[in-house]
């Protein structure tokens, strides 16, 4: 009974010693935990006297990733954070020289008899998952830094690479694994290989997962020569086996490490990014419930996405009525009751072919809109305006396109068209049946002359018209 107190001491104060660890530092933070992918580098192999140079270590590490494409475009789905850990003893185990290295996290090279990956040992990976659990539970993806200057990582569920002076490329590699579900693309065996999003074990365009990639023109298998350097194939050698496993391109980040990611790697990861994050960072009104009263109401939408890749579509009740971040709309341009409002953002890139990957590059803000019947009853005497008319081009003068805002009072027939100075036609945007309510056009101008062109909008009961100026 008397050895009982003071072990049970010794093991309250060994749990204590184990969780408290110092306060994660914020290295970039882009938007709320709960709405970006969080990225932790955890310490490993660091004494106390060591933290400083981790948290160098951790935000080079991370600078580095964030210059790597496409993660350079896509930083700001991105938050990272050091995680620090004490160790006390600095560096990896070493099995095969039989060293050991009393570390937080048991790092060891020698994992699988490879001696170059390195990887969590002992109870190392249960340690880092309580050790996120407290510091930092919203982490998406762990990323363990190793004190430990020899060439090493590996990937997995958590991405460990050691502080050699190739830590970024290696780490970058290993987020392949670990954020885009890749498979190693390098052979190297006998062994049959395996099929994965970026391997396969047959080269036929129909057992292809990339086939969205594949044209008429390239050979399957295809040559592993100069001439086939960037084009997307199948080039055999890949999943460990250098026979009867296939990979997409002749170079790429997850067969060698000083090659960028090949195109199907690549858009995995802007598919994994997107599986995570949504491309809307905000939107307005933040009430998804609006009246609308005598005033303008005020829509907009701040999109993730790469500068000039987002693409937004307004609609009212299923009609497209917009096509950029914001919106305006009139109490006028609503039917009494209440209107649907929607807009949808995408990111347009060409990155990304794979049919499951597409449908993430795009979501939904809506809001539900209602007009009192008051203010239906005001605008037959004057009130807010429902009558058919043409809203003014955006932008005028108009380079290359303009958007039209047309609203109808009723349905029917509607052309809108556009003429020159000579009154002769030379666009029509609308030519068939439209429903009443708001609408949009988009007149592509570009190969017009400069000039006054005139926009007629021609509906039931109404006709209007505008002067809209081309500039070259
Ligand atoms: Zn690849």
Redesign the pocket.
Known sequence: MKALLPALLAAALLATAASAQPAPITLVENGPRAERINVAVVAEGYREADLDAFQAAAGRLIDALFATAPYDRYAAFFNAYAVPTVSAEAGADRPARSEARDTYLSATFGCGGVHRSLCLGGDGERRLNALLRDALPEYDVALVLVNDAEYGGSGGRVAVVSAHAAAAEIAVHEMGHTLAG?AD?YGGGAAAGFASR?TATDAHPAHVPWSAWLDDATPLPTPDDAAHGHVVGAFEGAAYADHGAY???RH????ALGHG??A??NEHHIGAIYDRVSPIAAAWPAESDVTAGAGRLAFRVDALVPAGQARYEWTVDGVTVGTSAALALDAGDLPPGASHVEVRVTDATDEVRDSTLVPLLSDVRAWTVTRPAATAAESGAGGADTATRLGLAAPNPVRHAARLPFRLAEGGAVRLSVYDALGREVAVLVDGERPAGLHEATWSAGALAAGVYVVRLEAPGATATQVVTVAR
């Open positions: 890749l693309e970026n990979r997409p391109e790429c980040r997850m067969r990611f090949c199907v790697c």
